[in-house]
C-alpha cells in the first residue's frame, strides 16, 4: 500500500519565478491537504482540495494556488517567488469524511535565491 | 482562533528513561481531535498518538501515553523507555471535528535529543 508521495524531492527556484510541486494521496484517500514549514516552525496549513475543490484556505497570497485531479492528486502551484518562499512544502492526505487523520508525506525543499 | 503552544524547543532524555512533551493549547470548541507527531530528520511527519476530547481516558499506543487534561486545556506526551530512534522533532497538533475546519493547527515543535 503506498503512501503519500511528492515530487521533486528538493528544488531550487530564483526570485519571480514559478513553482509546481505534486503530490500523490496514500491509497484510498480522497482530501489533500498542503502545509508549509519553514526552518524551525511547525507546519503551517495552506489549502485543502476534495472532489476536485478548494474546500478551505489558510492565511496565504493568491500567488499560491492549486488544482486536485480526478485520481485524487493534487498540485501546489506558486508565482512570483520570493526569498519567504524558501520553506519545506508537505502534502497530507485523509478521507474527507469519518477518520480525521492526516497522513503527510516526505515533502518538497524548496529553496528560493 | 485555535492555538498551539509548546514551551520547550529543546528536552534530552537518557536512554531507558522516561520523558514529558509539554503542549497546551486554546480554543472554544468543546470537541475537537489533538495530535503528536514526530518528525525525524528524514523529514517525514508520522502520527504518534491521537485524542479525541470527548473521550476521557488517555490515549495510549506503545510506550507513547498522554495525559490530557481538557479543562486545563494541556495534553503532554510521555515517552518511556525511550530509545535513540526516539530522537526527532515532535509537534503538537489542533483539529477542528467541523468538516470544513479540517486542517491541522501545530505548535512550533520540541527538538528531543536521546543520549546513549
Known amino acids: 500500500d503506498a503512501g503519500v508521495t511528492q515530487s521533486p524531492t528538493h528544488l531550487i527556484k530564483t526570485r519571480g519565478q514559478q513553482v509546481t510541486l505534486r503530490c500523490s494521496p496514500k491509497s484510498g484517500h480522497d482530501t489533500v491537504s498542503w502545509y508549509q514549514q519553514a526552518l524551525g516552525q511547525g507546519p503551517q496549513f495552506i489549502f485543502q482540495y476534495y472532489e476536485e475543490e478548494e474546500r478551505q484556505r489558510g492565511n496565504f497570497p493568491d500567488r499560491f494556488s492549486g488544482h486536485q485531479f480526478p485520481n485524487y492528486s493534487s498540485e501546489l502551484n506558486v508565482n512570483a517567488l520570493l526569498l519567504g518562499d524558501s520553506a519545506l512544502y508537505l502534502c497530507?492526505?485523509?478521507?474527507?469524511?469519518?477518520?480525521?487523520?492526516?497522513?503527510f508525506g516526505p515533502g518538497t525543499r524548496l529553496t528560493v535565491t | 482562533a485555535q492555538t498551539v503552544t509548546q514551551s520547550q524547543p529543546e528536552m534530552s532524555v537518557q536512554e531507558a528513561e522516561t520523558v514529558t512533551l509539554s503542549c497546551t493549547y486554546d480554543?472554544?470548541?468543546?470537541?475537537?481531535?489533538l495530535f503528536w507527531y514526530k518528525q525525524p530528520p528524514s523529514r517525514q511527519m508520522i502520527l504518534v498518538i491521537r485524542?479525541?476530547?470527548?473521550?476521557?481516558q488517555n490515549a495510549t499506543e506503545n510506550r507513547f501515553s498522554v495525559n490530557f487534561q481538557k479543562a486545563a486545556k494541556s495534553f503532554s506526551l510521555k515517552i518511556s523507555d525511550s530509545q535513540l530512534g526516539d530522537a526527532a522533532m515532535y509537534f503538537c497538533a489542533y483539529r477542528s471535528v467541523v468538516r470544513s475546519q479540517g486542517n491541522l493547527i501545530f505548535g512550533k515543535g520540541t527538538k528531543l535529543s536521546v543520549k546513549p
Open positions: 480554543t472554544s470548541e468543546s470537541d475537537y481531535y
Open positions: 497530507a492526505s485523509s478521507l474527507y469524511t469519518g477518520n480525521y487523520e492526516q497522513y
Open positions: 485524542q479525541e476530547a470527548y473521550k476521557q
